[in-house]
């Protein structure tokens, strides 16, 4: 098993552009999460996902979209990246009720915004 | 003020030693406590739960203190490979969906 994977790794973007960043898992997880990780923060989380077709809004929403149009896949888009989007993105997954709080973490996404 | 604080250190602790150290949280509504470690540039992981009646995993002891709002984690005999930064985790609410408050981490260096 893979667990979670991200892609890309690395981006650097221009400000005003657009980008995808995709999550998926082989674990058959319910739950989805998408978090940032911020220097001298703690992660915070963007949007969530608790099942195939549904996505709800987190801590911190504003300028990110999301879609899991199928289980395994969970997406964040930026439509208009700005500097302040600068950031370590991680995605999480987890089982479901009863076992939600053990989060399985890809390897992140380090994204840049110039 | 922060709903998860930590002491963001490093604690820089000689090998075989011990180290200590506590997180405070502010929902007391929450009901569920975790320890996550997480490796430089690399993902968290989840390193154990927190109990009330306080937990031990190998050399590793976790106490929940509810009166006063705040979770510990001692670590014995400590390894080079215990070098990381340890995630305070809270749950924030009573929902099943796993919404989670992450601190922003203690970080400990275990020096030969």
């Known amino acids: 098993n893979a667990g979670v994977t991200q892609t890309p790794k690395f981006r650097v973007l221009k400000t005003g552009q657009s980008m995808t960043l995709l999550c998926a898992q082989d674990m058959n997880h319910e739950y989805m999460y998408w978090y940032r990780q911020d220097p001298g923060m703690g992660l915070r989380l963007i949007h969530y996902s608790v099942g195939e077709g549904t996505t709800a809004k987190g801590e911190v929403p504003d300028g990110y979209n999301v879609s899991r149009l199928k289980k395994q896949n969970f997406l964040l888009g930026l439509e208009s990246a700005a500097p302040s989007q600068t950031s370590v993105y991680f995605c999480?997954?987890?089982?479901?009720?009863?076992?939600?709080?053990?989060?399985?973490f890809g390897p992140g996404t380090r994204l840049t915004v110039t | 003020r922060k709903e998860v604080e930590q002491d963001p250190g490093p604690f820089n602790v000689p090998e075989g030693a011990t180290v200590a150290f506590n997180c405070t949280y502010s929902?007391?509504?929450?009901?569920?406590f975790f320890w996550y470690r997480q490796d430089c540039r690399k993902e968290p992981k989840l390193l154990m739960s927190v109990y009330s009646s306080g937990n031990e995993d190998g050399r590793f002891t976790a106490q929940l203190n509810r009166a006063s709002q705040y979770i510990s984690l001692l670590i014995r005999d400590s390894k080079l490979s215990d070098s990381a930064t340890y995630l305070c985790v809270v749950n924030k609410g009573t929902d099943s969906w796993g919404k989670l408050q992450f601190g922003a981490g203690t970080q400990v260096v275990v020096t030969p």
């Open positions: 929902n007391s509504a929450s009901q569920s």
């Open positions: 999480a997954s987890s089982h479901g009720p009863g076992s939600a709080y053990e989060q399985y």
